[in-house]
């Protein structure tokens, strides 16, 4: 009698269900270098969820959540704090609506979905606009973005007597009390100061008594380096 072979293959199994990117999906993004990234990968960045800034009630700009987090390492950090974060609100140091709406909006947007090749953020028409995108950029995490608006100023600091009007300028827009340009302002003030370089020295000594912590900055370098003299011509009378 003939053996049955009981056949033991298995019927074949239902194919698993297909993954397929939701493009409401949430992507916890990297923080990149958009220079270094190629058109596709950053026009990837314009898709998704999008988050609010503002400034405080304010909300002055929405843009997509992966092209913050891959170009601001602030936001990045912001909002890797989960998905239940939809909003970004500046705090302690309040910068400029239009600057950061040039930053986060035209620049960024135009990195992301039309430039072949990211250039850094562009230089305005003036002092004041170029300090306001800067201190936009410093305050978001965007620094390597705005070097060259950063180099050109502190160069022009401490080479050049700046008008009243800057001086407030560089005051105003700083991000911290030790901003490079501010202390490049004060270091070539105090200079010119000790040297009577000054054009107008009773004009200046007045403006600088409308403005305390000016006063006083400038006073602490010249102290201070009018020590460091004191202490060389000593130095050298010993030797």
């Known amino acids: 009698m003939a053996k049955h072979n009981k056949n033991t293959s298995k019927a074949p199994s239902a194919p698993l269900p297909t993954k397929t990117h939701d493009p409401k999906q949430v992507v916890f993004q990297k923080l990149d270098d958009l220079r270094l990234m190629c058109p596709s990968e950053r026009r990837g960045l314009a898709n998704g969820p999008r988050v609010g800034i503002y400034i405080g009630d304010e909300k002055i700009m929405e843009l997509p959540r992966r092209a913050a987090m891959a170009a601001s390492a602030v936001l990045n950090t912001h909002l890797r704090k989960g998905m239940h974060v939809t909003n970004f609100r500046f705090k302690n140091t309040i910068p400029d609506a239009n600057a950061v709406r040039f ?7 135009e990195s992301c979905t039309v430039a072949e090749e990211v250039d850094q953020i562009p230089s305005a028409d003036t002092f004041s606009q170029n300090l306001k995108r800067l201190q936009a950029a410093r305050l978001l995490g965007m620094d390597r973005y ?26 105003k827009f700083r991000t911290s009390n030790r901003d490079p340009l ?12 000790r040297r009577k370089y000054i054009p107008d020295p009773e004009e200046f000594e007045s403006f600088l008594q409308l403005h305390d912590e000016l006063r006083q900055s400038i006073s602490k370098n010249c102290a201070y380096f009018e020590k460091r003299r004191q202490e060389n011509v000593k130095s050298h009378k010993k030797n």
């Open 103 to 109: 930053v986060l909006g035209d620049w960024l947007r």
């Open 146 to 171: 705005a070097t060259h608006i950063l180099i050109y100023h502190v160069d022009y600091l401490k080479t050049r007597l700046p008008t009243y009007e800057e001086i407030l300028d560089v005051i």
């Open 182 to 193: 501010y202390t490049a302002m004060i270091n070539h003030l105090g200079w010119l100061l």
